[in-house]
């Protein structure tokens, strides 16, 4: 089975403090992606990796990077979080000969 | 651009009823892939399904049912018999042949009512 975990399940932090979120999958794929979910919008994609050190913008970058320093690991950074930036924010993995995305039990993200 | 559909945002019914949760989608790709996700109050997204667009046979699996319609560009979900443990949100994704990027719908949030 395909395991993808993120180091938190809620995080409360404050507007202006820096954010990390970390995920974790242990199924040796290539492609890592962060998404943020919304009531009614469904999820939007925020960067995805391909390799280590590879990074790409998705949909929604502004305010947030990323870290890839290991296969395995995908970090996403909120520089300096503001009350926008609450939300839900899941992490996913794929290999590279297949299209489905296999998601983490996500984090929830306030920002006071 | 790639844009997905789903209309409905909340179903409600009774247990052992079946639902259909539908979902359009555009695109200029003449290959694509569909695929619908469960999330569970317990947040995980869970694949269901991919089909690819070549492939317009419908499919069933258990209690769970896929029509795909490349003329209308719908890719609907049914459930039968729906179960307690079906409440759930669903949701309809839309993926490029190439690349990394899927285009995700609303969401539909089902409950179903013992």
């Known amino acids: 089975d395909v395991k993808v975990t993120q180091s938190s399940r809620y995080l409360v932090k404050r507007t202006g403090e820096k954010v990390f979120l970390e995920c974790v999958q242990d199924m040796d794929h290539e492609n890592m992606f962060w998404y943020r979910q919304d009531p009614g919008l469904g999820l939007r994609l925020i960067y995805f990796s391909y390799d280590v050190k590879m990074k790409e913008k998705g949909d929604i970058p502004e305010g947030y990077s990323v870290s890839r320093e290991k296969k395995e690991r995908f970090s996403l950074i909120l520089e300096s979080a503001s009350t926008n930036q609450t939300s839900m924010y899941l992490c996913a993995s794929r290999p590279t000969r297949l299209l489905t995305q296999y998601f983490g039990p996500g984090t929830r993200l306030l920002v006071l | 651009a790639q844009k997905v559909t789903q209309a409905q945002t909340e179903i409600s019914v009774v247990e052992k009823e079946d639902v259909t949760l539908d979902c359009v989608y555009e695109t200029r790709d003449t290959t694509y892939y569909l695929f619908w996700y469960k999330q569970p109050p317990s947040g995980e997204l869970v694949f269901l399904i991919r089909?690819?667009?070549?492939?317009?046979q419908n499919e069933i699996s258990g209690r769970y049912s896929w029509n795909f319609q490349k003329s209308t560009s719908s890719f609907n979900f049914t459930i039968t018999a729906s179960q307690v443990v079906d409440s759930a949100v669903y949701f309809c994704a839309l993926g490029k042949a190439a690349g990394n990027k899927l285009t995700f719908g609303g969401g539909t949030r089902v409950l179903v009512k013992p």
């Open positions: 089909r690819n667009s070549f492939d317009e």
